[in-house]
């Protein structure tokens, strides 16, 4: 297997615009996390998947931020608009099990800029 | 609500000397423990874990970590320091399903 792929490795865009960020985990996992990264908050957790179905998004910042995953391939983080705060590297992990019981694996993350 | 403090944000070694990188934990329950590791625009890869098995937890790249519950430590360590492990290091705390907090993370550099 690949490993978690997400797509694309970099973008920058302008504030307001709709920024999509892609992410296929490894096959057979069952659950899938969406993070984010910044120097001031380190690493957070978004939202999670389980089979499919958002299980906690208590994570997400505000309702620019959306997240879905329309089958097991695959799953999109979606920011309208986008604002410079929003820059960052985000991040797809896939697991088998619950993250507390099993390894979590990352993909390369999306580093984001927003202007 | 369990948290996770790594105690030093940048620690500098030279290479063929010891490695610690300092990490405390609080939390209601029993914790599964995790050390992963960033290097530069890479993702995170997990050196090991720890999930009320052996105290003493072996990972990856030679590193070990000890679970000292009196001490609510989960310390990472490694008896000799390799140029590659330079990277960006986060100790993890678990103590429900799905539920994981990140530690701010620990840069280890490496000099020749």
């Known amino acids: 297997d690949a490993g978690v792929i997400q797509s694309p490795r970099h973008e920058v865009t302008e504030m307001g615009q709709e920024v999509t960020l892609r992410c296929k985990p490894i096959?057979?996992?069952?659950?899938l996390f969406w993070y984010r990264q910044t120097m001031m908050r380190g690493l957070e957790l978004l939202i999670y998947?389980?089979?499919?179905?958002?299980?906690?998004d208590s994570g997400m910042p505000e309702d620019r931020f959306s997240a879905k995953m329309p089958n097991a391939s695959f799953s999109t983080l979606k920011i309208q608009p986008s604002e410079p705060r929003d820059s960052a590297v985000y991040f797809c992990?896939?697991?088998?099990?619950?993250?507390?019981?099993?390894?979590?694996?990352f993909g390369p993350g999306t580093r984001l800029t927003v202007l | 609500a369990q948290s996770v403090t790594q105690l030093d944000s940048h620690v500098s070694v030279s290479e063929g000397t010891p490695v610690l990188l300092r990490c405390n934990y609080s939390s209601s329950y029993s914790p599964s423990l995790f050390w992963y590791v960033q290097h530069p625009n890479k993702g995170l890869q997990l050196l090991l874990k720890?999930?009320?098995?052996?105290?003493l937890v072996k990972g990856i790249n030679g590193f070990e970590a000890e679970f000292k519950k009196s001490e609510t430590s989960f310390h990472l360590t490694k008896p000799s320091a390799h140029m590659s492990d330079a990277a960006e290091y986060f100790c993890?705390?678990?103590?429900?399903?799905?539920?994981?907090?990140f530690g701010a993370g620990t840069r280890l550099t490496v000099k020749p």
């Open positions: 720890y999930t009320s098995a052996a105290t």
């Open positions: 998947f389980n089979n499919n179905v958002p299980i906690d």
């Open positions: 992990a896939s697991s088998l099990a619950g993250a507390g019981m099993d390894e979590q694996f």
């Open positions: 096959s057979g996992h069952d659950y």
């Open positions: 993890v705390v678990s103590d429900l399903d799905n539920d994981m907090r």
